[in-house]
């Protein structure tokens, strides 16, 4: 009988898998707008109105992705007659950010900008904007080191955020041409949590600190919701239980007449502003608008009411969402190697080369 010994070819091959990144549509419906007002999908990207004179806007991608080792890219235009106007675009809840836009004024505006927004594994960032394309001539750039524990937990899991305010151009307007962001693994939203107020009450995990509160016969899409008239240094706050929640939701209306300046903090951090109306008028009526805000380890979401008494805002259907992932690097159910193995992962081969008759 012969004798075979099998040979097993050991391939190695060290080197920097490209991580995986997906296009996001140009449609209103896959980011959260805050204020009131049209947001218009138009041939060349996403239209981003101001509200009016000393005002501006605000949106969230309504998705959230890692950043650490992985790169966000976006086409951005901002039209402006040449006054003041102040903002910014950044990654949600973190200190990685264009330079403000006011920096902009005169030369940089009314022209499309092209941004990269990099982020290694020891949380160092560079903001880079150019002209003509990504890699035309820097008009703007920004980069440091993110040393804060939570802020780092947050570049985990975060969010892009779009603003302007405080333009005195009522005709102002940003618009999103295009946006690449990091996609380390498919995932998806799934809703573990929902609260309402159909019962006409308010919920245990719905804290209202001080505020005069009453169920409201205005719902976003309901016939109830949560009206608060707040003080400064009042809040509703949102407890999320769950240490794997990685998003919260909420509808919200705001009184533009007395609304001035309502705070997100999240685990007790400010992170941003839901309302910025400061001493600014707007011609649009109210409207129920939606909140998104990236989780980090079951934090609570709280509102906090600043500056001016009597804020009225009403507050519906607020979610929790586990976003279900694939672990990167995991044999699928095909027995494929998962596609989106992060940057610098090592692939290690085991290959039969062939069998060889001994004598």
Not at 295 to 318: A, E, H, M, P
Request: glycine residues 6%.
């Amino acid at each position: 009988m012969k004798k075979f010994l099998l040979f097993v070819l050991f391939v190695i091959i060290t080197g920097y898998v490209l991580a995986q990144t997906r296009s996001v549509p140009m449609t209103a419906d896959n980011f959260s707008i805050v204020y009131s007002g049209p947001v218009t999908e138009e041939v060349d990207g996403l239209r981003i109105p101001s509200v009016g004179y000393r005002n501006g806007n605000l949106i969230f991608l309504k998705d959230a992705f890692n950043a650490v080792n992985g790169t966000v890219k976006f086409k951005w235009y901002v039209t402006n007659n040449g006054s003041y106007i102040r903002g910014g675009i950044k990654l949600a809840q973190t200190t990685v950010s264009t330079n403000d836009i006011s920096n902009l004024r005169g030369n940089h505006l009314n022209k499309w900008l092209y941004t990269t927004i990099t982020v290694d594994a020891d949380y160092n960032f560079s903001v880079v904007t150019c002209s003509d394309d990504y890699s035309g001539s820097i008009v703007d750039s920004n980069s440091g080191t993110v040393t804060d524990p939570t802020e780092q937990a947050a570049l985990e899991n975060t969010t892009l955020k779009l603003y302007y305010w405080d333009t005195q151009d009522p005709s102002a307007d940003l618009k999103l041409g295009e946006l690449v962001i990091p996609d380390h693994s498919p995932k998806g939203m799934c809703e573990i949590s929902s609260v309402d107020f159909e019962d006409q009450t308010i919920p245990s995990d719905v804290i209202v600190s001080g505020s005069t509160s009453n169920i409201a016969t205005d719902g976003a899409n309901s016939s109830y919701s949560l009206y608060v008239d707040g003080s400064p240094g009042e809040y509703v706050e949102f407890q999320v239980a769950d240490p794997d929640v990685d998003m919260l939701t909420f509808n919200v209306k705001i009184n533009h007449s007395e609304s001035y300046r309502i705070r997100a903090l999240v685990g007790g951090v400010i992170r941003f502003e839901v309302s910025v109306y400061y001493a600014g008028s707007t011609s649009y009526s109210e409207e129920w608008c939606e909140v998104a805000i990236p989780i980090v380890g079951g934090s609570d979401v709280r509102l906090t009411f600043d500056d001016y008494s009597n804020q009225d805002i009403y507050i519906d259907n607020i979610r929790q969402y586990v976003l279900n992932a694939q672990p990167a690097g995991l044999a699928l159910d095909n027995n494929t190697f998962d596609e989106n193995l992060s940057a610098g992962t090592v692939l290690v081969l085991f290959l039969p080369l062939m069998l060889i008759p001994i004598p």
